[in-house]
């Protein structure tokens, strides 16, 4: 059944949307963007989408996967756009002279090994791992909110655990490697101190 | 047609392959049994797939543990949401035929590029005819009605709720400088039908201001006055006005005549200033308003608490008989914080600092707070940086013996009584300071509403609630009944609160945090026969400035300035019986709301 679109019906079902889901579709995005501000900027976005899209939601129990779909499509639209975060491991380095003390609370939490190497795999796969993974959403959610089939997004799933799992190690090895040479350095000045 | 070569698995790969799909698919419980049977058959015989299986569950739980860091939202976020769905719904008005018609955005949300480009590129000929033409037009220069000064007419529509209100709203004009316009409501649109009314009709009237950059602006009842606070660098700053204000079309106004025989808590200092030729008064100096400022219904007095601007101590209570030369600080405990009038008087809380244990040798540790305005500075010998917790109490002040009366129950800060004298709301709970007890916080607690159990008179006392203080030896009853209802779950780091007149509607701004300038408006409707709020909520948290204004049957507020230069505007919530409907004013850059 297709709703017909009325503007208060669309703004309390919005509303209400909001109230519960604004917390975890905007972690969501913080994960897939790896920027807060970013992340509320799209947030926000997608729920003015949902807003104007409100006649295209067939049944209210869909709404969440729906929701993720709209959420999931904002954040590839803006990662194609700027060409962002893909393939660019975290430096630690802030975007601004000056960052707020609520980016660089964020730049910390996202600047983990897991977190990078989330930020290595493709899009999509870390998408993927998201939803299911960290939301919760069931196969069929997740072929849903991804836009693919559900065997399609089996398959997607698969192959980002494979690549979760190469990313990891490339990480301990980045880590092992920083470790050696943090030893080294020490035991240059140990012997150069005497 | 030609496909691309790809290169087949043997039947081993195909295997493990398979084993690897359906490893990733058992740990989100998506196999059904035979797949699962098969799976558990290879990994018994390929230890691969089972160190890839345990890999996989492993990672898994390294992703799940990214539970236990939760992502907080912005504070914000709301506000910024709900300005960019308003701003949807206006464009969609303006797209949209009155009358119905086709409803807009229908289809699906993946509309392709090569369609979007085509829509694109029709929106962006008309946005260029636009931009081509507003570039002919003055920048913010609405178009004036010339008779009544507001904003030209929308076509009406049919069955607006009547709904007769004015709203007094100090407003930045065209060329920056702040407007005070009497906003009259003559009907509000149900939600159904937006924009059925015409805009509120607009009288400006001219205030001398002193060229201050003016904060804390509140309007007489009698509309003769206003009082304000300077700030923001101007020469005003830390200084309280108060200023005539003229009738509506009058010229110039008269300036208030400050008259020795008005009765004052206290004599003016010899030095106070004399009326400026516009007719302002400073009636206090040197100091910061610390929350609310207000007239008593009769307009003769104004209460406020206010804090010595170089931050040193907490606030005491001033009041200001209309009239007079200066407000008179009739507290000095440096912990008073003015809540509301009740009819002809001030109800006000203090803080009772939770003084930790008096160290040995050091006498100021084992006092409590420090009544006599001496030198400790609020700090109570804890300027430690440590929190220090406090219990409030309130009570009601006379302005013109200052008499006190404390209210029987204690834990009650800031309470706000209905003008019928049947229910009152507070804040149930207790408070934190950081700084030493010069400020506090709200801690532990909740917002409450609860029935109010006025003073009795004393036996042989005429008109009543006077005490001498400190009220110790009263026995009378005076305060919240002990039912109170929660008005407020969770988080509340500051909050406001008035009834209506006639008591039947309570509206409160709550915010996170309490340096916040964004909250959440609700209007309750308290049933009569419980005292508690009705499950039905009028407003239910919409984005809002701090100041709004409640009246006999309406609901002022100013929504918040939006991300991307996105502007305020004035909402009114009307009602007339059980139907409610709102308005929305033209925005602008600032809009204050003066009583």
């Known amino acids: 059944m297709i709703r017909s679109w009325d503007q208060d019906e669309a703004r309390v079902f919005v509303e209400g949307l909001f109230a519960k889901h604004h917390g975890e579709i905007y972690a969501y995005l913080v994960r897939m963007l790896r920027d807060g501000e970013l992340a509320a900027d799209l947030t926000q976005d997608a729920f003015v989408k949902a807003y104007k899209n409100y006649d295209t939601l067939e049944k209210d129990e869909n709404a969440r996967a729906w929701l993720y779909q ?19 491991p975290w430096t630690g380095e802030s975007h601004g002279a000056a960052p707020s003390a609520e980016r660089i609370a964020m730049e910390l939490r996202l600047s983990g090994p897991l977190e990078r190497a989330l930020a290595r795999i493709p899009e999509r796969q870390r998408a993927a791992l998201l939803l299911a993974e960290l939301h919760d959403l069931s196969g069929l959610e997740l072929a849903a909110a991804m836009g693919v089939s559900h065997v399609a997004a089996r398959a997607i799933l698969t192959r980002a655990r494979e690549s979760l799992r190469k990313a990891l190690a490339v990480e301990k090895e980045s880590e092992r490697a920083a470790e050696d040479e943090r030893d080294a350095m020490f035991a240059r000045e140990a012997r150069g101190g005497r | 047609m030609t496909l691309p070569f790809r290169r087949r698995h043997n039947d081993a790969e195909a295997t493990h392959d398979r084993a690897r799909a359906l ?3 058992g740990l989100v ?82 509309v392709s590029t090569w369609r979007g480009f085509s829509v694109g590129a029709a929106i962006g000929a008309v946005a260029l005819l636009v931009i081509v033409v507003s570039g002919l037009i003055p920048a913010n220069l609405p178009i004036v009605n010339p008779t009544s000064g507001a904003v030209a007419q929308r076509s009406p529509g049919p069955t607006p709720i009547d709904v007769t209100a004015q709203v007094p709203v100090l407003r930045s004009g065209a060329d920056g400088s702040l407007e005070f316009v009497f906003t009259d409501i003559g009907g509000v649109c149900p939600h159904s039908r937006p924009e059925c009314v015409p805009p509120p ?19 007489s009842p009698g509309s003769n006055q206003l009082a304000f606070e300077g700030a923001g660098g101007a020469a005003s700053e830390g200084k309280i006005y108060v200023v005539p204000v003229p009738t509506t079309g ?55 608490s206010a804090a010595p601007g170089d931050g040193s101590t907490g606030p005491d209570l001033y009041l200001y008989a209309a009239g007079s030369l200066a407000a008179t600080r009739v507290t000095d405990d440096h912990q008073t914080y003015f809540s509301a009038w009740l009819g002809g008087q001030v109800l006000a809380s203090r803080v009772i600092p939770n003084v ?68 009152v709301a507070y804040w149930s709970g207790g408070l934190r300071s950081t700084d030493g007890g010069v400020t506090w916080l ?73 340096t916040d300038t964004v909250g959440r408006l609700h209007l309750a409707v308290i049933d009569a026969a419980t005292g508690s709020p009705e499950s039905r909520e009028p407003l239910a948290g919409v984005p809002s400035l701090r100041r709004f204004s409640i009246d006999a049957n309406r609901l002022a507020w100013v929504s918040p300035p939006g991300q991307d230069g996105q502007e305020s505007s004035l909402r009114v919530l009307g009602w007339s019986g059980d139907e409610f409907g709102e308005i929305t004013t033209e925005p602008a850059p600032e809009v204050f709301i003066v009583r």
């Open chain 1, 70 to 88: 709209i959420a999931h499509r904002v954040a590839l639209d803006d990662i194609r756009r700027r060409k962002i975060v893909r393939m660019v």
């Open chain 2, 23 to 25: 490893s990733s698919r």
């Open chain 2, 29 to 110: 419980g998506d196999l059904d049994a035979d797949e699962a049977a098969w799976l558990e058959r290879h990994l018994d015989a390929c230890t691969e797939c089972r160190v890839e299986q345990d890999a996989f569950a492993a990672d898994r739980e390294l992703l799940r543990s990214l539970r236990e860091q939760p992502i907080e939202p912005p504070r914000d976020l709301w506000a910024r949401t709900s300005t960019a769905l308003d701003q949807a719904a206006a464009r969609r008005r303006l797209v949209t035929p009155r009358g119905g018609g086709a409803p807009g955005w229908r289809g699906r949300i993946g």
């Open chain 2, 201 to 219: 009709v607009e009288h400006k009237v001219d205030v001398g201001l002193l060229g201050a950059n003016p904060s804390t602006v509140t309007l």
């Open chain 2, 250 to 304: 009058a010229e110039s106004p008269p300036p208030v005549i400050p008259s020795a025989e008005t009765s004052s808590p206290g004599t003016p200092p010899p030095d106070s200033p004399l009326p400026t030729p516009s007719g302002a008064i400073e009636i206090a100096t040197g100091v910061t308003v610390v929350g609310e400022v207000a007239y008593s219904p009769d307009g003769q007095w104004l209460a406020f």
């Open chain 2, 356 to 423: 930790e244990p008096a160290a040995p040798g050091n006498p100021r540790e084992s006092s409590g707070p420090d009544t006599n305005g001496g030198s400790n500075g609020g700090s109570n010998g804890n300027g430690n940086g440590r929190p220090i917790d406090g219990t409030p109490s309130s009570f009601l002040v006379d302005p013109s013996t200052v008499a006190r009366t404390d209210l029987t129950q204690g834990s009650v800060w800031l309470p706000v009584v209905d003008p019928t004298g049947r229910f």
């Open chain 2, 442 to 514: 709200l801690a532990n607690g909740q917002l409450v509403l609860d029935g109010w159990t006025p003073p009795a008179p004393l036996p042989g006392a005429s008109g009543g609630a006077v005490s001498p203080e400190p009220a110790t030896g009263t026995t009378r009853v005076v305060g919240p009944s002990g039912h109170p209802s929660t008005l407020v779950q969770g988080n509340v780091a500051d909050f406001r609160a008035t009834f209506d007149p006639a008591g039947t509607k309570l509206a409160f701004w709550v915010a996170e945090q309490q």
